[in-house]
T-cell receptor
Framework: DSGVTQTPKHLITATGQRVTLRCSPR?????VYWYQQSLDQGLQFLIH???????AKGNILERFSAQQFPDLHSELNLSSLELGDSALYFC?????????????FGAGTRLSVL | GNSVTQMEGPVTLSEEAFLTINCTYT??????LFWYVQYPGEGLQLLLK?????DKGSNKGFEATYRKETTSFHLEKGSVQVSDSAVYFC????????????FGSGTQLTVLP
């Protein structure tokens, strides 16, 4: 158990809908990262928050947004969902954000858009 | 930009065979290098890491050496077990964008008894 909790484990929804994925980082970790894993794109970095502030953006669509709350949990919001958004979404956390920092991953949320 | 190239899979070995999974990278400066493992239905777990040239990361019988001259970080294990069956990802964090992991495509390993 990594100590990173993601809910829900599975999400099935329809095109055009909006969903929220939730992540609770390990106790004491200030950094939260979101990644998308799909068969065609592999593992792609989406966004990083550190202590409530957005620090880096990767290949995140404009339809997607995220935030980190004062209690350090994070939410990833996906809207106007398309079939191609079906993927496994991982959250990871780390103590800080420097090079060599170890990121601990949650078990993921599997999103199926029908 | 930064990138990681991994040996294409899948790889199938018999128990107690020697394992090598090749990984090469492209990055500016001196990245930190990682191997993560993903067991079926689970998230990624850190297997080992190295943060500077010639460092050797090791864990659970797996080893990888940071080779700056060949920009490589190949994963090796002398004797694999059925329980090692999983997907292995090579990854890096680059100095100038030290926040996110850049992953390779992953290598599926199946070990047969």
């Amino acid at each position: 158990d990594s100590g990173v909790t993601q809910t829900p484990k599975h999400l099935i929804t329809a095109t055009g809908q909006r969903v929220t994925l939730r992540c609770s980082p390990r106790s004491g970790d200030l950094s939260v990262y979101w990644y998308q894993q799909s068969l065609d794109q592999g593992l792609q970095f989406l966004i990083h928050y550190y202590n409530g502030e957005e620090r880096a953006k990767g290949n995140i669509l404009e339809r997607f947004s995220a935030q980190q709350f004062p209690d350090l949990h994070s939410e990833l919001n996906l809207s106007s969902l398309e079939l191609g958004d079906s993927a496994l979404y991982f959250c990871a956390s780390s103590v800080a954000e420097g090079p060599g920092n170890i990121q601990y991953f949650g078990a993921g949320t599997r999103l199926s858009v029908l | 930009g930064n990138s990681v190239t991994q040996m294409e899979g899948p790889v199938t070995l018999s128990e107690e065979a020697f394992l090598t999974i090749n990984c090469t990278y492209t990055a500016t400066g001196y990245p930190s290098l990682f191997w993560y493992v993903q067991y079926p239905g689970e998230g990624l777990q850190l297997l080992l890491k190295a943060t500077k040239a010639d460092d050797k990361g090791s864990n659970k019988g797996f080893e990888a050496t940071y080779r700056k001259e060949t920009t490589s970080f190949h994963l090796e294990k002398g004797s694999v077990q059925v329980s090692d069956s999983a997907v292995y990802f090579c990854a890096l964090t680059a100095r100038e964008s030290a926040r996110q992991l850049t992953f390779g495509s992953g290598t599926q390993l199946t070990v047969l008894p």
